[in-house]
């Protein structure tokens, strides 16, 4: 059985860090597609960032290019997310979804779509106060 757990949320300053985890079990980590989402209260579920093992390009929303960066650690079978700069507009639940075989463009193509992922992890809050 696929899971995956994210992790790492909590309440921060505006300004400050975070680093949330995705670890993902049950699941053969050598060809795949990771994507972070999030969802505010009251917004719609946001696309934001996304990585392939097959070194194709990453992506990531326009809110949150140049303050986060997204990485995977293969022999953990984690995804990370490195958020810098936070705002209190990235207050939101974020959760990660996985799929297999995805191709070196996945990102590209389909990374922001949650459709596109065959597996979800619960989420983890993040809490930007001014």
């Known amino acids: 059985e696929v899971q995956l757990q994210a992790s790492g949320g909590g309440l921060v300053q505006t300004g400050g860090s975070l680093t949330l985890s995705c670890t993902a079990s049950g699941f053969s980590f050598d060809i795949y597609a990771i994507g972070w989402f999030r969802q505010a209260p009251g917004k719609e579920r946001e696309g934001v960032s996304c990585?392939?093992?097959?070194?194709?390009?990453?992506d990531y929303a326009d809110s949150v290019a140049g303050r986060f960066t997204i990485s995977s650690d293969n022999a953990k079978n984690t995804v990370y997310l490195q958020m810098n700069s936070l705002r209190p507009e990235d207050t939101a639940v974020y959760y990660c979804a996985a799929v297999r075989d995805a191709d070196p463009y996945f990102c590209t193509a389909y990374g922001a779509k949650w459709i596109a992922y065959d597996y979800y992890g619960q989420g983890t809050l993040v809490t930007v106060s001014s």
């Open positions: 990585i392939t093992s097959s070194r194709g390009p990453s």
